[in-house]
């Protein structure tokens, strides 16, 4: 009996490599598609703001690349074969149809472009999405840095979700806040999403695999966050944040409060 096809849609950034690593280790992957693109860059309106965004990319570079030195030592459960499409390329006919010549019946979807309905139509309740942010406080682009530049770490979470014509509205598959310790500081606070939301993503599959998914519908729905909300101006605030120590010690103030309870 041939394993059930799972395939990977995502772009090809470390964190997509890292989601990868993580899925291959654990399960017989079909395919893997691989959104080719990268961050754009607004243009800062002052030095200071320059400097902050390549800050804030470095250090997040940084971070990754240490996650990819661990999981590329995970050892595959098989070579999936691995097609590289640009951008404009995501919602394609053709891209669609080599998508349907591997007959997924599980979807990992991470990072990439928004899918088109046709996506939707030929792939219904196959298509999962790990977002790094719990939607129903915190939808769109950058939702693990949100709720820290907001101050409200307790939305600081990861979530499977199926996809429907909305933007993170689909049913909730599994969902969990990150936990915080003292070893935390700023990257490592924005990493931990994206560790945990590979880990919701793997227990997802199983769960499929073993027939036992219980989607849950979303009640509410958060803000839109738009890629273009995360500026140079945002980020170098963010910065400001870090070097004067406000941000450790809110980190450290919830903490406290967590313990307490």
């Known amino acids: ?127 999962y999405n790990l977002h790094i942010g719990d939607p129903q406080y915190y939808r769109g682009s950058s939702c693990n840095f949100w709720p820290v530049y907001e101050g409200k770490l307790q939305h600081l979470s990861a979530t499977v979700h199926r996809i429907d014509q909305n933007i993170d509205t689909g049913n909730i598959l599994n969902k969990q806040t990150v936990t915080l310790n003292k070893l935390v500081d700023d990257q490592t606070l924005l990493i931990k999403p994206l560790i945990l939301g590979t880990q919701l993503m793997i227990k997802t599959i199983q769960q499929w695999l073993n027939d036992a998914l219980q989607p849950d519908p979303q009640i509410t729905s958060g803000p839109l966050y738009k890629r273009s909300e995360f500026t140079p101006e945002i980020v170098l605030k963010y910065k400001q944040m870090v070097e004067s120590g406000r941000l450790n010690n809110r980190i450290q103030a919830k903490i406290n409060s967590l313990s307490s309870t």
């Open 1 to 127: 009996m041939n394993p059930p096809n799972i395939t990977i849609l995502t772009g090809n950034d470390n964190r997509h490599k890292y989601f990868i690593d993580c899925l291959s280790s654990k399960f017989i992957i079909s395919e893997i598609y691989l959104e080719n693109g990268n961050y754009p860059c607004p243009e800062p309106k002052s030095e200071d703001e320059s400097l902050a965004w390549k800050w804030f990319f470095q250090n997040r570079d940084r971070c990754e690349e240490k996650l990819i030195q661990q999981s590329s030592q995970l050892k595959t459960k098989n070579k999936p074969k691995v097609t590289h499409i640009n951008e404009k390329d995501l919602n394609a006919p053709e891209t669609i149809a080599k998508i349907i010549k591997t007959n997924p019946g599980f979807i990992a979807v991470f990072g990439t472009g928004i899918l088109s309905n046709d996506y939707l139509k030929l792939f219904p309740n196959r298509l």
